[in-house]
Nanobody, 125 residues
Framework: QVQLVDSGGGLVQAGGSLRLSCAASGRTFTSYVMAWFRQAPGKERQFVATINWSGGNTYYADSVKGRFTISRENAKNTVSLQMNSLKPEDTAVYYC??????????????????WGQGTQVTVSS
């Protein structure tokens, strides 16, 4: 089992940057594929990015490709999301997520077993 704690959200102007972090508990962090999702008011939770255990494989939603970068530091049990060139439509609560099993592209929230509490990102125009 793993527990996730998200942090790093805030208010930023359009074009700005933020870096989200997710701290994981437990000694088997490398067993998990990690991901970031986001959820805007009145909308379904949306896939943002995912990364495999080593960090060698990543995948992004088209809406964030080229602007966001997911990374992980296994020695510190953390996964991060660097967000650049932020747009007002990026405004949402961002959630860190984890799932066990082999690496594959998994973009549905139902495929993930563990979730952080979420961190609010607000981008003003």
């Amino acid at each position: 089992q793993v527990q996730l704690v998200d942090s790093g959200g805030g208010l930023v102007q359009a074009g700005g940057s933020l870096r989200l972090s997710c701290a994981a508990s437990g000694r088997t962090f490398t067993s998990y594929v990690m991901a970031w999702f986001r959820q805007a008011p009145g909308k379904e939770r949306q896939f943002v990015a995912t990364i495999n255990w080593s960090g060698g494989n990543t995948y992004y939603a088209d809406s964030v490709k080229g602007r966001f970068t997911i990374s992980r530091e296994n020695a510190k049990n953390t996964v991060s999301l660097q967000m650049n060139s932020l747009k007002p439509e990026d405004t949402a609560v961002y959630y860190c997520a984890a799932r066990g099993g082999a690496w594959r592209l998994a973009g549905a929230a139902s495929e993930y077993d563990y979730w952080g509490q979420g961190t609010q990102v607000t981008v003003s125009s």
